[in-house]
């Protein structure tokens, strides 16, 4: 009489154990999806962030922001797009969010202040950045805060941060054409220049340390283009800003020569040396 009551218990239990092995099997295949869409998520913030249209990255962040409002790492994202894009008085108050935020780091902080900078809240950009603590010490934050010195005049200040931003990144340039370009706003043309043939030696393709530099040679009188590498367009525009110099500094002569010479060298019609060789001409 016992066997069908044991047999009956051991069928109860195999189905109640197939039932735990379905449910953990289950179990198992959703958390496996829910890693792959963590992956799959990831990987696509970073495709948005890097290489994706900015405009696009930011409505992509925007709603993903919007559905998951507490992600630090999407409203993070939405701030960088819209730095990406442009939008810079959009982008002051998406970082101004991430800083409040839970997981906030000093970093974000920068990137505020970067923002508030680019949109010409320097006073608050340097209320930002004196809020950090002094052992935050990155290549970012020392530029800015060259930035803001040279804003305020501070020049010893903004030489010493300009040195160590510098020196904590592998890609100065940059930096180096912006320390040029305060040595040419303070008058110091031969440092000025030395810097901009500096940041144009760390990356050749920098237009605009190229210019600077035509710059910081015609405001010491010497209208000859320096051997550094340029295309024939590069090379009739560096003219053009050469021939404005020495125009600006009462040297029309050799401004209208330079012109001419700058017209002849661009490959195509360059219609900014032409008219202002017409007006000089009138």
């Not at 958390?31 to 249209?53: K, P």
């Not at 008085?89 to 997981?103: I, L, N, Q, S, Y």
């Not at 810097?195 to 340390?209: C, K």
């Not at 053009?240 to 020569?257: C, E, F, N, R, Y």
Request: aromatic fraction near 8%.
């Amino acid at each position: 009489m016992r066997h069908p009551i044991l047999l009956s218990a051991c069928l109860a239990g195999a189905v109640l154990v197939a039932g735990c092995a379905e449910k953990d099997a289950d179990d198992t295949v959703e958390r496996a999806f829910q890693d792959v869409n963590v992956i799959d998520e990831s990987n696509l913030n970073d495709v948005m962030l890097t290489v994706a249209d900015p405009n696009e990255a930011v409505a992509y962040f925007t709603r993903s922001a919007t559905e998951k409002p507490d992600r630090i790492d999407l409203q993070r994202g939405l701030a960088y797009s819209l730095v990406r894009a442009k939008r810079f008085a959009e982008a002051a108050p998406a970082w101004e969010k991430v800083t409040r935020m839970d997981g906030s780091t000093a970093e974000d902080s920068v990137a505020y202040a970067d923002t508030l900078i680019r949109t010409g809240n320097w006073k608050k950009a340097e209320a930002t950045l004196d809020a950090l603590p002094p052992t935050h010490e990155t290549f970012n934050r020392y530029r800015l805060e060259a930035m803001l010195a040279d804003s305020n005049e501070e020049w010893t200040k903004s030489d010493s941060f300009y040195e160590i931003a510098t020196g904590l990144t592998t890609k100065p340039s940059g930096v180096l054409n912006n320390w040029g370009y305060s040595k040419l706003t303070r008058g110091d043309y031969e440092e000025a220049e030395r810097l901009f043939g500096e940041a144009i030696r760390q990356d050749p393709t920098l237009f605009t340390a190229k210019n600077n530099l035509v710059l910081a040679r015609g405001a010491q009188g010497d209208y000859t283009l320096p051997v550094i590498p340029m295309d024939q367009t590069e090379r009739a525009q560096l003219l053009h800003t050469m021939a404005l110099s020495a125009i600006k500094q009462g040297d029309v002569t050799v401004g209208k020569t330079l012109l001419r010479d700058a017209i002849e060298t661009h490959p195509q019609h360059f219609e900014p040396a032409v008219r202002a060789l017409k007006a000089l001409e009138a």
